[in-house]
């Protein structure tokens, strides 16, 4: 496994990071322990870095996976405070939920721009106490906007930032792939950690696994990569295509033979942009939230790409 150093924070990481999303409540609802054992297959494969939420709901599986185990693991949470207040109930949940004394990087979820940071900045100083008793290690955003990567690099405060990237620019709420990498790199040179997310485009680009993963590799600007993974076939795919390794057929095959199924988000919004695209006829509007007829689904990934808010995955 290739490790890098995260920018300026003196944390050591695997180029592949634990995506936490895919095995929680919010898509494939694993039970505890089966989620855990996916997460310490990638801990036994090389992996030390992984990446969660609040909102995912999965501090259960990962205090599981760290019970007892002598490797130094890096976590990053992130929430949606935004007062002092709302981040000190953020930040005990989390240590909390992951029974440790400190967390290696916490972020504010889903910036925009210069002013949602600027928003927020009440819990951004909570996170900076908290980063002098050694609470926290690093503070960073993660987000969807151009803008917002290019707003943390003059804040000499955020020393992670955690953008979407893909090479279809699938996610990208506000620019071309080619923008998003012109902000990376920029935030690269200012010394910040960085690493991405939705290689895979939420699943909408499944169909090129190969050329995706090998788009975010070829970016050198990227410290790490976060990829969700729901099963131990995916931690060994991933973990080898990570380490260009041999990944043997039967692998290969299995891996591409998974049952997959078209998730929407709840904070779909019913814009209907993806009925539209959809040329198999599989969505359709119903009390102002998009519905999908599986039997009808191509998984094609096509709704997910003019989605505004990124609320469609393929899982």
């Not at 095995?23 to 990446?51: H, T």
């Not at 003059?154 to 953008?163: G, L, N, S, Y």
Request: charged residues 25%; hydrophobic residues 40%; proline residues 3%.
């Amino acid at each position: 496994m290739d490790y890098r150093e995260l920018g300026g924070t003196g944390l050591k990481v695997s180029r592949l990071c634990f995506g936490a999303l895919t095995i929680g409540p919010l898509q494939a609802k694993l039970p505890v322990e089966q989620g855990a054992a996916v997460i310490s297959s990638a801990f036994d494969r090389g992996v030390n870095f992984i990446d969660t939420a609040e909102l995912y709901g999965t501090y259960p599986y990962i205090r599981e996976a760290i019970k007892n185990r002598k490797q130094e693991i890096i976590i990053c949470s992130k929430c949606y405070a935004y007062t002092r207040d709302g981040m000190k109930e953020s930040l005990e949940s989390a240590l909390k939920g992951i029974d440790r004394d400190y967390i290696d990087i916490f972020m504010l979820h889903e910036q925009e721009s210069l002013l949602t940071i600027r928003g927020h900045w009440e819990a951004i100083e909570y996170l900076l106490e908290a980063k002098e008793k050694g609470i926290v290690r690093a503070v960073g955003i993660s987000t969807h906007h151009v803008a917002a990567v290019r707003a943390a690099v003059e804040i000499p405060e955020i020393e992670v930032i955690h953008p979407i990237i893909n090479k279809a620019g699938v996610g990208i709420a506000d620019g071309t792939v080619e923008d998003m990498l012109s902000a990376i790199r920029r935030a690269y040179a200012a010394g910040k950690g960085i690493y991405g997310m939705k290689a895979l485009g939420g699943g909408n680009l499944l169909s090129s696994a190969r050329e995706a993963l090998d788009f975010v590799l070829s970016i050198p600007e990227l410290h790490a990569f976060a990829v969700g993974m729901q099963n131990v076939d995916e931690v060994d795919y991933n973990t080898r295509y990570f380490s260009h390794t041999y990944i043997p057929e039967e692998l290969q095959e299995r891996v591409a033979r998974q049952p997959r199924r078209l998730h929407i988000d709840e904070w779909c919004e019913g814009c209907g942009a993806c009925v539209e695209k959809c040329g198999a006829a599989a969505l359709f509007l119903d009390g102002g939230k998009v519905k999908v007829k599986p039997e009808l689904c191509r998984l094609c990934g096509y709704c997910g790409a003019v989605c505004p808010l990124f609320a469609i995955k393929v899982i």
